[in-house]
């Protein structure tokens, strides 16, 4: 679209930016992640074990015990 070749990028200006505030903002959206990860693990660590795991587990251990009580 011209004869003008394009800048390279380091022409362009950068918007600086601030170690402690990338830093600050890395470590509130952590802090939030690890936050919903609890909260799932938890919710999750109360649901009941589903039926088919307890009979299959108890199939596990008359297996085991090698009667078929």
């Given at each position: 679209m011209g004869d003008r070749?394009?800048?390279p990028?380091?022409?362009r200006p950068v918007?600086?930016?601030s170690a402690a505030v990338v830093a600050s903002?890395?470590?509130a959206l952590d802090s939030?992640?690890?936050d919903k990860l609890k909260a799932?693990?938890?919710s999750v660590e109360q649901e009941p074990i589903p039926d088919i795991f307890l009979d299959l587990l108890e199939r596990l251990d008359?297996?085991?015990r090698g009667g078929t009580d």
């Open positions: 070749p394009a800048k990028r380091s022409d918007k600086p930016h903002g890395s470590v939030q992640i690890a799932l693990y938890t008359r297996a085991e």
